[in-house]
């Protein structure tokens, strides 16, 4: 039934029609469009979270292989400059008053760089002044405990013209999801390192003929 309207005058006497009994409209959600809205929601979280996590574990990851990159361009770097062997080794405890190599494969709790004169493959310091053809420990890396970091070899040592003849191999870098998220860098006896590819497509990085495995 459409609303009276009703007729009034102004201050200067002109009418005016004023509709009177009128009810104002109202908006909202319907039961049925809030349970659509939370199952969109729902969904989109789904999606979301997954992707997120991968987000933060690939940042962790290469942020970590980079940093053992340029652990071993350092190293071979020193070697060079020195005209001497330097050595970077495993360390099951590389922040210790006199850390040592660990003469384990598993590189992931940090490792240690040191001139290596003797070649013997631990830090002698000697007076701890680096002083010519005396060892000198010059830098040590923190581990991880959320990731993995192996190799076939427990150290790296370069000449004084940058090679690694008897070191080369190949680093795994693992996470929790596996070697299909794997990073990994392969050392070859110049001394030079690159990082591994997938050549065969399978979704694994190979390191040499073979893919890459995680622990």
Known sequence: MPAPKTTTMDTLGHPQRVVTGQRASTSGFTAIELLITVAIVGVVASLAVPALRDLVLNNRAVSRINEFVAAVNLARNEAVKRGTPVTLCASASPQADKPACNGRKQWEK??????????????????????TGEDCLLRVWEGSDDMTLRAGRTRITFDGLGASRGFNATWRLCDERGAQAARAVVLSPSGRLRRAVDSDGNGILNGGSRDISCP
Do not use: V
Not at 112 to 122: G, H
């Open 110 to 131: 940090g490792w240690i760089l040191f001139a290596d004169y003797d070649r013997d493959a631990k830090p002698d310091t000697g007076t701890g002044a680096c002083r």
